[in-house]
């Protein structure tokens, strides 16, 4: 008998165990998400001979962006010695903590060692993208001077796709908000719902306002390429900019497919009056927004 009566709480106690487990794994991952690799870009013109003072100095460099990544989320610096110059960024995403920040540009140095673009060291990536942060450098004087702010490096869309009629309505009314909210915000990031989807943008610190809200409408207008056009989520990495949004939940909408084949629901004419509608108002309150903000360059990030 006492024996019996003690199972049911001994299975409960179990459960209970296995539940707190699944959840610390759970709040693991979601903490540590924005220190997982997204891309690296590797130099355009490597060099073919190894250079132990280049390679000093990019240790020197990304020391120095640890330790100024609990004082700031973008960081423009330039390390030399008497034959090179390097000039580098870091950024990390607004919405993350200084501790979080310095975790996720932590992992820079981690990333260069495993020679992901070669074995020699002069072929290091010139950039580093994980989820919540991003380094960016060359040398001064380079070949890898230009930048092009609306210059897409790398973009992933989920195969899961809707195609149901008031999906893309209720897409381009979120990308509305974001690049409204990201052109007025004052600090180039921006994040919001809108009915089940999230989304968010972040451009670089050096762009200003108006460069922001061309590279966030640049990222937009990918986003609606057949690419990513039905996909439920997807991350746009452009060279000034950042650009993502998540379905979160059903809405009503049951028609998922892994191959985009168009709207099976819903009028082409319809979707196209949301857009131009949406796209008027987002232009005009954009234009009003740089006509005072222009000719400054942000300065708090």
């Not at 460099?61 to 990544?69: T, V």
């Not at 060692?113 to 919540?132: A, D």
């Not at 897409?152 to 149901?164: E, F, M, N, V």
Request: some cysteine; overall charge negative.
């Amino acid at each position: 008998m006492g024996t019996s009566s003690r199972n049911p709480l001994i299975i409960l106690h179990v459960y209970i165990l296995c539940f707190v487990l699944i959840l610390h794994h759970v709040n693991t991952i979601t903490t540590n998400n924005h220190n997982n690799l997204v891309y690296t870009q590797c130099p355009n013109h490597p060099s073919p001979n190894i250079d132990p003072s280049r390679s000093s100095l990019i240790s020197s460099l990304f020391q120095e962006f640890i330790n100024q990544s609990t004082q700031s989320r973008f960081f423009e610096t330039i390390v030399a010695d008497e034959q090179t110059a390097i000039s580098g960024t870091f950024q990390c995403r607004y919405n993350l903590s200084p501790n979080e920040c310095r975790s996720c540009v932590s992992k820079f140095p981690i990333i260069i060692s495993k020679n992901i673009c070669g074995k020699n060291n002069n072929n290091l990536p010139s950039r580093i993208q994980l989820f919540g942060c991003y380094a960016h450098y060359q040398e001064e004087n380079g070949l890898e001077t230009n930048s092009r702010p609306n210059q897409l490096l790398h973009r992933a869309c989920s195969k899961r796709k809707i195609k149901k009629h008031g999906f893309e309505e209720m897409k381009y009314a979120a990308f509305s908000g974001l690049e409204n909210g990201v052109m007025t915000s004052g600090s180039g990031f921006f994040e919001t719902n809108y009915e089940s989807i999230h989304v968010l943008a972040q451009c670089a610190g050096s762009l200003r306002a108006c460069d922001c809200g061309e590279c966030v409408d640049s990222a937009v207008k990918i986003a609606y390429e057949d690419e990513c056009r039905y996909s439920i989520s997807g991350e746009i990495y452009l060279e000034g900019c950042f650009v993502s949004y998540d379905y979160t939940s059903d809405h009503g909408f049951d028609g998922y497919s892994d191959e985009d084949k168009g709207i099976r629901d819903g009028s082409p004419k319809l979707v196209a009056i949301v857009v131009g509608g949406l796209a008027v108002v987002s232009l005009g309150l954009a234009l009003c927004y740089c006509t005072k903000s222009c000719g400054k360059k942000r300065d708090d990030w």
